[in-house]
């Protein structure tokens, strides 16, 4: 099948896969084993969810989000030979850090990795005087390094782009308060050197709907012939409180500021079981993205109600005409 619309990167022939179920409309659907990782996978953890997976080497490689049974909220490494079978670490990662005063947090939560060049770079809530974007970096998954926070508290939702633009590393997140914020909306910020951010630039907000109380960055944006594409979450408040849902958009190639397309409805809510009954009820949380440019395949991981995590499908070309025939 010639694909209209090109992924730009590697070949990636064994993404987690399974076509779209007969008779099925969406442009996304679900795994049919859906939750691919349980919430006590490990002796000790209470929830394994908004978790990061990436190629690595023959199989691939993750950062999961473990909150314990102590209810100490840490990422952990894990492995897989096909991206559905994980073998997660019962030990948190450590980093190796220059300054004692980096080294100092409270907790670390919804992690993504992103490939820049040939440094495997990790971003995560960090709790340091509340959430903040932490920021390391490791290119063997044996060692891990921690470099300084990105931004001052309160922030969340970090993800980097898979490339330097203009020389310029730049980073997604989603200001926030010091709880469970009411109120959200997408920056972009950019970095010579990955210490010091400026030129921060409102990305986009919250509209109308699914999307009406806050939105937030998900895995790191693909890059498409098309232009960034771009999984986010949305939250709507409910009588009966948040409810997560994902939804698309196209950033421009060069100015990624700039929106070209945007999702008016979602692509998936929370209506499977494991999304809706959980810590938190009516939550699916997009944290990776698995792509092939060869098929156009993308198969994204997404957190089910703060609990397990769980693993949907899609194909560039449809879900490009869908944000495109859908957009605000």
Request: proline letters at 7%; a negative charge.
């Amino acid at each position: 099948m010639v694909q209209s619309v090109k992924i730009l990167g590697e070949s990636l022939a064994n993404i987690p896969w399974e076509d779209r179920p007969t008779g099925y409309k969406g442009v996304v659907w679900r795994y049919s084993q859906n939750p691919i990782i349980p919430r006590d996978l490990l002796p000790d953890s209470n929830s394994i969810f908004n978790s990061a997976v990436i190629p690595y080497e023959n199989g691939f490689i993750g950062v999961f989000r473990v909150d314990k049974t102590s209810r100490e909220m840490n990422i952990h490494l894990g492995k897989s030979s096909d991206g559905i079978n994980w073998e997660i670490e019962d030990d948190p990662i450590e980093f190796i850090y220059e300054d004692e005063e980096v080294g100092k947090s409270w907790y670390k939560y919804d992690p993504r990795v992103v490939k820049i060049e040939d440094t495997y770079y990790i971003i995560w809530c960090n709790g340091y005087h509340g959430p903040t974007i932490g920021l390391g970096y490791t290119r063997d998954f044996k060692k891990f390094y921690q470099l300084e926070n990105a931004f001052l508290p309160f922030n969340r939702n970090g993800v980097l782009f898979p490339r330097r633009i203009k020389g310029k590393y730049l980073m997604l997140s989603r200001p926030s308060d010091n709880g469970h914020t009411p109120f959200g909306d997408i920056f972009l910020s950019e970095s010579p050197d990955l210490t010091y951010w400026g030129r921060h630039r409102f990305v986009m907000g919250t509209t109308a709907g699914w999307q009406n109380t806050k939105i937030g960055p998900g895995p790191a944006p693909i890059e498409t012939s098309e232009g960034w594409l771009l999984f986010y979450h949305g939250v709507l408040t409910s009588c009966n409180g948040f409810v997560y849902s994902i939804g698309a958009a196209l950033l421009d190639l060069d100015e990624p500021w700039k929106i070209k397309y945007r999702t008016r409805p979602y692509i998936l809510s929370p209506q499977k079981e494991y999304e809706c009954v959980g810590d938190v009820p009516n939550v699916v949380f997009p944290c990776a993205a698995l792509h092939d440019p060869d098929t156009g395949r993308i198969a994204i991981y997404y957190g089910g109600a703060d609990t397990v995590v769980a693993l949907a499908f899609t194909v560039v070309d449809e879900l490009i005409e869908f944000i495109k025939n859908n957009s605000l």
